[in-house]
């Protein structure tokens, strides 16, 4: 989830009809975990000058962006940590691909997300002690496949 403070919003005149969105100097997150900068343009002729830049909190939302009709997906990044990356500094990187499987922990199933970066290497999204061991049953969660939306 992102955050911010009421002091952080911007007061802009309503553009193009715009009345429902509320603009802000800036946002945090206090979780450190993955998230996605996705660039969506309207399929609607008359909207597609304008692109929006959405920053989602988590993978449910991309798969839920991905189904909405009346946009389009034509960019998707996913922001990673340091832990997750290996890089020593948060990263940015293009998507290719998060598949979803699972892993055994002692009696448990614990979910693993699977995020394939354009340059083809993997992250793997679990805890420490999980990611070198098995992933059972890895699906593709995006992108959506055409004939599903």
Known sequence: MFETFDDAEVTMPKLFGDNDSRQWAYVY????????HVVCQP???ELRYAP?????PNVNDLVALAGDPSAQIVEASVVTPKHLNGSGAWRMDGLKQVLVGW???????LEVLIYTLQDGQQLIDASSE?????IHEPQILW???PETH
């Open 29 to 36: 997150r206090r979780l450190h975990s993955a998230w996605f």
């Open 103 to 109: 892993q055994e922990v002692g009696e448990e199933a």
């Open 143 to 145: 992108p959506l496949a």
């Open 43 to 45: 399929v609607d002729p």
């Open 52 to 56: 929006r830049i959405f920053f989602l």
């Open 130 to 134: 999980l990611r070198d061991s098995h």
